[in-house]
């Protein structure tokens, strides 16, 4: 534990908290052609993320996940869209957010589960050049 001055705060964790839940899905993978002739072959992950909250009380959440990180200039891969935005927490955009980590900052409200869980979704595309042999990208 962290030094603390008399009369100061601290947090405590106790370790998960059974009543709130995370459930990670893939929503759609396609895999298809573009460009002029059909000159590169691009790969869509549409991704979903829903927290239950059956706390009783609103709760803070980070949620983390990852998007593939191309080493080759000659493959693409961006992030077409997310709901809700992106962390804007400046030592995540500096750092983890170049790595390929996302991170959402959410209030999940009292009670929000099933068709009123929070809910986060992305897309990402993954563009390569046809031919360019790569190994898989998991789910």
Excluded: C, H
Excluded at 22 to 35: D, I, N
Aim: charged fraction near 25%; hydrophobic fraction near 40%; charge should be positive.
């Amino acid at each position: 534990m962290p030094s603390v001055a008399p009369g100061g705060e601290f947090r405590v964790f106790f370790g998960p908290d059974r009543a709130v839940r995370a459930r990670r899905e893939v929503v759609s993978r396609l895999t298809g052609t573009s460009g002029l002739f059909g000159g590169s072959t691009v790969t869509t992950w549409n991704d979903r993320i829903t927290i239950d909250n059956g706390t009783g009380r609103a709760i803070d959440v980070e949620v983390y996940d990852r998007r593939p990180a191309s080493r080759n200039e000659r493959i693409e891969v961006r992030l077409a869209s997310a709901t809700p935005a992106l962390s804007a927490d400046a030592s995540y955009v500096e750092s983890r957010m170049p790595q390929g980590i996302l991170r959402w900052d959410l209030k999940v409200p009292a009670g929000a589960r099933d068709a009123k869980a929070a809910k986060v979704e992305w897309t990402v595309e993954l563009v390569r050049p046809n031919g360019l042999v790569t190994t898989p990208v998991p789910d």
